[in-house]
């Protein structure tokens, strides 16, 4: 089990891009949450391994059309249980 702190910056607001988290995240089956923050959009995810790279990939390849990436920031933390 393991949890990372996810910070997304681009256009990442406004095109549908924290329900696209949100369906991913459950789809590989990872507890955390997702939020608006300042023209960021920070996530914590917590899994397994296998799927936590699972969505880390699919992030990026996957996101809505309008959703723009310019750069990914992760970090580890404590898990939390969820």
Known sequence: MRRLAITIRGIVQGVGFRPY???L???YAL????????????IEI???S???DGFLADLRLKAPPLARIEHVWTEPISPMGE
Request: positive net charge; hydrophobic residues 35%; charged residues 30%.
């Open 21 to 23: 988290v949100y369906g």
């Open 25 to 27: 995240a459950r789809r």
């Open 31 to 42: 507890g955390g949450f997702v939020c608006n923050r300042s023209g960021e959009v920070r």
């Open 46 to 48: 917590e899994g397994e």
């Open 50 to 52: 296998a799927a936590i």
